[in-house]
């Protein structure tokens, strides 16, 4: 299983959900499809207002974000969505070739730009660094009472024995370790599993009673509680 985990890490980055807020329709149609084909999920804004709302209804890995945008421009959707404490990372697409753009923009909490026109295989390198570089910078362990996840490494143990996590349990334990002890509803676990594209709820309770069978099962003490109608949370008391 350890074997089945480093073969999926080569495709961890394919699947990475993309909020691109562009109100250029034809610059908005040719980078989704390029995107799309390499297997990111897309998901689409055509003005600002509308960006930052779904940027901060939040589950993307990347946003790309045009400099120049109507009723709400890129530069002030950044600095909302950084005074919002999303550090979703944020790559900027700008026309305005100038070195006060950048400035500004980096200021108000943009990651990287690209400038327009652009290569799509360059912004698709750009994307997959920052992307890359956030999980770094979110690489820290997990823990949860004697269980510790490792985002970074691929690796769960429990009380110091490494346990061996199919892909999907993976993605689920992570997503419930990162929001521990909080509740995670069903929409969010699917999200982090699915992405936009759906997924039933029969298959998502499947994959859960799987990752309870290698986390709980063995162990006096069951981290992973049903919060029926709504989700789980992963905690070392049920009620906490
Ligand atoms: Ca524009």
């Known amino acids: 299983m350890q074997r089945k985990l480093d073969d999926d890490d080569h495709g961890r980055d394919t699947g990475l959900r993309i909020l691109l807020i562009e109100d250029q329709r034809d610059i908005a149609a040719n ?33 790309v974000l045009d400099l120049g945008l109507p009723k709400l421009d890129g530069i002030d959707l950044c600095r909302a969505l950084r005074r919002a404490n999303r550090d979703t990372p944020v790559l900027m697409l700008t026309a305005r070739d100038t070195l006060q753009d950048k400035l500004t923009g980096f200021a108000e909490g943009a990651d990287d730009y690209v400038v327009k026109p652009f290569a799509m295989k360059e912004l698709e390198a750009r994307i997959r660094a920052l992307y890359r570089r956030g999980r770094m910078q979110h690489g820290d362990r997990l823990h949860v009472a004697d269980l510790v996840l490792d985002p970074l490494d691929h690796v769960v143990e429990r009380a110091g024995r490494k346990l061996n996590l199919t892909r999907a349990g993976f993605v689920l334990l992570e997503a419930l370790m990162r929001k521990s002890p909080n509740l995670v509803r069903h929409g969010d676990l699917a999200h982090a599993l699915w992405g936009d594209g759906g997924g039933d709820i029969a298959t998502l309770h499947t994959h859960l009673s799987v990752l309870r069978a290698t986390i709980d099962r063995p162990f006096d003490i069951h981290l992973l509680h049903t919060v029926h109608g709504f989700g789980y949370r992963i905690a070392e008391h049920a009620n906490a």
């Open 31 to 63: 980078i989704w499809d390029f995107l799309e084909l390499r297997g990111f999920v897309m998901d689409h804004a055509a003005d600002g207002a509308n960006g930052l709302r779904m940027a901060l209804d939040g589950g993307y890995d990347v946003i």
